[in-house]
Nanobody, 120 residues
Framework: QVQLVESGGGLVQPGGSLKLSCAAS????????MAWYRQAPGKQRERVAA???????YAADSVKGRFTISGDNAKNTVYLEMNSLKPEDTAVYSC??????????????WGQGTQVTVSS
């Protein structure tokens, strides 16, 4: 079983910054990729950023230049640094981690989600 613990959400003023973290623990061989998604009320879930075990990254056009994803392989942790936040960034942010189990199978797990609210 794999557990994901997220932290770092909260209320911030427009133009402010927040840093989210997601730590994976449990019994697995390795991590294939880690990603952050968000879902605002009444909207579809959107992939915000992702990073592979090799360090390749992806960022949605809506956050490029403002959000940075990074990973700490030793801690099995992924971070999302969010700068120049806008009200439209308000959403529940969830991490998704794809792990390689000891059997060789790849399985995806989701975090519980953390609320990010950008408002004055």
């Amino acid at each position: 079983q794999v557990q994901l613990v997220e932290s770092g959400g909260g209320l911030v003023q427009p133009g402010g910054s927040l840093k989210l973290s997601c730590a994976a623990s449990g019994s697995f061989d390795s991590i294939n990729s880690m990603a952050w998604y968000r879902q605002a009320p009444g909207k579809q879930r959107e992939r915000v950023a992702a990073i592979t075990s090799g360090g390749s990254t992806y960022a949605a056009d809506s956050v490029k230049g403002r959000f940075t994803i990074s990973g700490d392989n030793a801690k099995n942790t992924v971070y999302l640094e969010m700068n120049s936040l806008k009200p439209e960034d308000t959403a529940v942010y969830s991490c998704k981690v794809e792990v390689r189990m000891w059997s060789g199978t790849s399985v995806a797990y989701w975090g519980q989600g953390t609320q990010v609210t950008v408002s004055s």
